[in-house]
């Protein structure tokens, strides 16, 4: 399970077990909630990723994007699409992902592991995922073209070319596990954007004024040692 915090972000226990990193799902009412430099992007609904490479502000059109740096966040911003959050302990490398339909239907997930095994040497096997809050297969309905775009992860299912319910969050999970992340490591937050209520951004509930909610996460800067003599310890975050 995900836990809500004060600040209205979601965030993941199996992350928080990394004091290195931060990591969160924002809210409606969390707004920009990220503290310091922030990378995002022009979402176009495609299968491409950007390696911010240190660089805030928005980056370019893409739907993901990649980071090693420490003491810069990257985020993405969604309203019943799929926000995916990637992490490599290994290589203390970072991805952020937005997957609709479309960038789904592309592939995006696979896309960004093979990008991170070749630009961090990340091995998908010891990555950990975390899906976070996207409208759920009871709430999104789609008509035969999106439907059997997705038999190929879908093979049980016969209902996808006349229209059917797509369970976007289980797209998410096959694809990951496809590419080669264990089940194990892939956690979801079984919150729904669309009936979830006002907590949660949603085109489909509220089109037009949906606004959008940030997921994000990064690399904190480590103290040294030495950056430590002499603070007063009351002032550590």
Same mark, same amino acid.
């Given at each position: 399970?995900?836990? /809500?915090?004060?600040?209205?972000?979601?965030?993941?226990?199996? +992350?928080?077990?990394?004091?290195?990193?931060?990591?969160?799902?924002?809210?409606?009412?969390?707004?920009?909630?990220? &503290?310091?430099?922030?990378? !995002?992007? /022009?979402?176009?609904?495609?299968?491409?990723?950007? $390696?911010? =490479?240190?660089?805030?502000? $928005?980056?370019?059109?893409?739907?993901?994007?990649?980071?090693? !740096?420490?003491?810069?966040?990257?985020?993405?911003? !969604?309203?019943?699409?799929?926000?995916?959050?990637? %992490?490599?302990?290994?290589?203390?490398?970072?991805?952020?992902?937005?997957?609709?339909?479309?960038?789904?239907? &592309?592939?995006?997930?696979?896309? %960004?592991?093979?990008?991170?095994? %070749?630009? +961090?040497?990340?091995?998908?096997?010891?990555?950990?995922?975390?899906?976070?809050?996207?409208? $759920?297969?009871?709430?999104?309905?789609?008509?035969?073209? %999106?439907?059997?775009? +997705?038999?190929?992860?879908?093979?049980?299912?016969?209902?996808?070319?006349? @229209?059917?319910?797509?369970?976007?969050?289980?797209?998410?999970?096959?694809?990951?596990?496809?590419?080669?992340?264990?089940?194990?490591?892939?956690?979801?937050?079984?919150?729904?954007?669309?009936?979830?209520?006002?907590? +949660? $951004?949603?085109?489909?509930? !509220?089109?037009?004024?949906?606004?959008?909610?940030?997921?994000?996460?990064?690399? &904190?800067?480590?103290?040294?040692?030495? =950056?430590?003599? @002499?603070? =007063?310890? &009351?002032?550590?975050?």
């Amino acid at each position: 399970m995900f836990r /809500k915090y004060p600040d209205g972000v979601y965030r993941v226990p199996a +992350f928080e077990q990394f004091p290195w990193l931060e990591a969160g799902f924002g809210t409606r009412p969390a707004g920009i909630w990220v &503290r310091g430099p922030l990378a !995002t992007l /022009k979402q176009v609904h495609s299968d491409r990723w950007i $390696c911010a =490479d240190g660089r805030q502000g $928005c980056l370019g059109e893409a739907d993901a994007l990649l980071s090693q !740096t420490p003491g810069l966040m990257i985020g993405v911003f !969604t309203a019943d699409c799929l926000p995916v959050l990637l %992490v490599d302990p290994e290589h203390r490398a970072v991805a952020a992902v937005h997957a609709g339909w479309r960038g789904a239907a &592309r592939g995006i997930l696979t896309a %960004v592991i093979t990008a991170m095994q %070749v630009q +961090f040497g990340s091995q998908p096997d010891k990555l950990l995922a975390a899906i976070g809050p996207a409208i $759920c297969g009871d709430c999104y309905e789609v008509g035969p073209e %999106v439907a059997r775009r +997705f038999q190929h992860w879908f093979p049980e299912r016969e209902d996808l070319d006349s @229209g059917a319910r797509l369970d976007l969050p289980e797209v998410g999970r096959r694809q990951l596990v496809e590419a080669g992340v264990p089940r194990a490591n892939i956690a979801l937050s079984g919150l729904c954007t669309h009936h979830g209520g006002e907590e +949660f $951004c949603s085109h489909r509930r !509220t089109p037009g004024r949906a606004g959008r909610m940030l997921a994000a996460m990064g690399l &904190r800067i480590e103290r040294r040692p030495e =950056d430590a003599k @002499g603070a =007063d310890p &009351r002032s550590a975050p």
